[in-house]
């Protein structure tokens, strides 16, 4: 070796257009209150983190952003691959009643999804809505700030995470993390559910890796 990097040869690419750019984002599972103090539970795909906020895309007629709007506690749920058959089956529900016309052809009204999902509601410690028993990873979290989209079409969300439930089975033993090798999440991949494949290797931050190969 002589220490020099070998350029990546470039890909050939051609123009197209979409009609959705969910390009492998992962699936939440977000639980709210709605106004009678019953449970709503959504999925979604529109979901990132930095730090200790959860950031989320809302249809602005969804049940979930009416609910937050007024309540501002949730539970972030993370499903694993496994579950992707009650995602699928939740994903046409909608706690809207009546439904949006907009929402009319595709979705139909529910008032309870974790039954008609086939899934657990599991108490809070720091918020009012429940958690998916069966997702290895809750997120009990906060509004801290909303934002309208340019358009009007959708609401930004930011929440603060105030306490994180973890399934031993995806964590280092003896540690605060979670183990990259054990946990995979379900990916929405251009409406297409996926997990992850074999591990390529780890980012030079990583804090799980030296704990790995103790």
């Known amino acids: 070796m002589n220490g020099t990097t070998t350029e990546a040869p470039a890909r ?15 699936v939440v ?13 959504a999925a979604f795909s529109s979901a990132w983190a930095l730090g200790q906020t959860v950031v989320l895309g809302l249809g602005r007629d969804s049940r979930t952003a009416h609910n937050l709007a007024d309540r501002h506690g949730l539970v972030v749920n993370l499903p694993s691959p496994d ?3 009650a995602v699928e089956r939740l994903a046409p529900l909608t706690g809207a009643d009546p439904v949006p016309p907009e929402k009319r052809p595709v979705y139909r009204y529910e008032p309870d999804k974790f039954a008609a999902a086939g899934l657990t509601p599991q108490a809070s410690v720091r918020v009012r809505p429940p958690r998916v028993a069966q997702c290895p990873l809750q997120l009990e979290a906060r509004v801290r700030q909303r934002t309208r989209s340019a358009d009007g079409s959708f609401w930004t969300v930011e929440a603060e995470v105030v306490h994180v439930h973890a399934d031993p089975a995806v964590t280092v033993p003896d540690t605060q993390y979670v183990d990259p090798a054990r946990w995979s999440p379900l990916v929405y991949n251009f409406r297409h559910y996926h997990g992850l494949g074999p591990e390529l ?8 890796a030296p704990l790995r190969t103790r």
């Open 201 to 208: 290797g780890h980012g030079f931050r990583s804090e799980t």
């Open 83 to 85: 579950l992707w058959p």
């Open 29 to 41: 599972l977000l639980t709210t209150e709605n106004p009678d103090g019953t449970p709503n539970l």
């Open 12 to 26: 050939p690419h051609r123009t197209i257009t979409p009609s959705v750019l969910y390009f492998g984002t992962p």
